[in-house]
């Protein structure tokens, strides 16, 4: 099919779907995703919709697949005209084109406005410019573009809930490189202005030597990292927050015990690499499940986490088991959200119990919290 399709759509309508068509219509805007321009088509049926990012290279032959096998009709925008296109009965192509009234711009498309995020593209950063997500002039480069955004909703989702906080006193168990914990901290001390303490610890000796020495480079005084195992962390009664990202297996156990102990406010938990109940799960009832690796794999992180997440009910967090980043970006992908209400739901017990029992496994954080009766 030969047809003219304008340079620089912002956005358009493919319609008047042909006999047979599982689709009822398109729609075409242009939008930025990953840091680049691309046509965003949206394909509907009578009860869902279908989203693909098209480079703007290939739109034309996108385009040209849709009129072949769906459509007769379409329209598409510039910023100074509009063309209209029909597919008659014997497939010959009538076209016009007319000018615009008034001038399309790419903000008039819903979807495309610029995200305002917490720390903005421009902003000076010195861990992110470290980090490499930034350059020297606080432009994001275009392969970090999706961990930019990663990091911004890591703030985000902590933003929300300390709006009414003036400080803060946070420990980040298993830091590793901390790179998520210097930026916390600049957004919190830097942007936010309160009175923040993070303590970061790890048990890579030369982890926390780095560490330490970037905090002293930026100039964060109450930043500071030591090296010690989790399970020895002695009680602080003065923690407002817990942070553990990817602390692994069983880590993120001994970490949200401490912060039950501690009666910490907040908790933020990126759980990862659930060995325990992978390596000990017995339970004839999921065997058509357990017998498949990867599917035991999964199935014994989902287990864990919801283990997890009801026990912090129980000892009286409001508690949400969200998406942290796209699982495209990566597979380890949940974040545990617990507030501390001090309302606790002793009804998920009976629960918990039944879950381990059929499970017939050990669970680090069911045997801390249940044997030691905190």
Known sequence: MEINIPDNIIKGVISSKKK?????????????FSHEDVIQFSLYTEKQVFHTNV???????????????YFNNMELQTSDYTYGYRITSKGKVLSNKHLNKEKVSLVDVNNNRK???LI????????????GVMMKDGKVTKAQYDKFRQINRFLEIID???????????IDFGCGKSYLTFILYYYLVRVKKMDVKITGLDLKEEVIHDCNKLAEKYGYKNLHFYCGDIKDYAANTNID????????????????????????????????????????????????VTKFGILKERLSAILTDAIRANILQY?????????????????????????????????????????????NTPQTLYDLCFKNNI
């Open 241 to 288: 927050m817990i942070v553990t990202l990817h602390a692994c297996d069983t880590a993120t156990d001994f970490a949200l015990y401490h912060a039950i102990n501690m009666h910490v406010k907040y908790i933020f938990s990126v759980p990862c690499c659930q060995h325990e109940i992978n390596n000990n799960i017995e339970t004839t009832y999921m065997h058509s």
């Open 115 to 117: 995200k305002k995020y």
């Open 315 to 359: 000892y009286g967090y409001k508690t949400q088991v969200m998406e942290f980043v796209d699982i495209e970006n990566s597979p380890k992908n949940l974040l545990v959200r617990a507030i501390l209400t001090n309302n606790k739901n002793t009804n998920v017990k009976k629960e918990i119990d039944s879950l381990m029992k059929e499970l």
């Open 20 to 32: 047979d068509s599982k689709y009822e219509k398109c729609h075409l805007k242009r939008v930025t």
């Open 55 to 69: 480079s703007l290279n290939d739109v034309k032959d996108k385009i040209i697949e849709l009129l072949d096998k």
């Open 120 to 131: 903005e593209e421009g902003t000076i950063v010195e861990p992110l410019i470290d980090l």
């Open 160 to 170: 929300d809930n300390i709006k009414d906080e003036r400080s803060l006193n946070i």
